[in-house]
């Protein structure tokens, strides 16, 4: 059986920076943004912890063809990305659990 998916990203206090990933455990990955759980990763030195966006997919493959997609994008259009689903920019993880 096919395991499920997310792609996501995740930003800083400033929205100067985002990181778009891909996991089959949300909840837990973001968790681990948010302690800094690998030290001197690009989201530990940049502080990106806030969930401001994710899709699910039935299919992990399919998440990743999607985060591979999205991370071939300029700046402008992954904005616009969250601005549609996250106009605020609110930390999605808040309402997660």
């Not at 089959?24 to 759980?37: A, D, G, P, V």
Request: no cysteine.
């Amino acid at each position: 059986m096919q395991k499920a998916g997310f792609v996501y990203i995740v930003t800083n206090t400033h929205h100067t920076v985002v990181y778009v990933g891909v996991t089959s455990q949300l909840l837990n990955r973001i968790y681990k943004h948010k302690i800094h759980f690998y030290k001197k990763s690009f989201s530990d030195r940049y502080n990106i912890e806030y969930l401001v966006y994710y899709e699910r997919f039935e299919r992990i493959v399919d998440a990743i063809a999607r985060e591979k997609q999205i991370m071939k994008w300029r700046r402008e259009k992954k904005d616009a990305l969250i601005n549609s689903m996250n106009p605020e920019w609110r930390d999605l993880w808040d309402e997660m659990h």
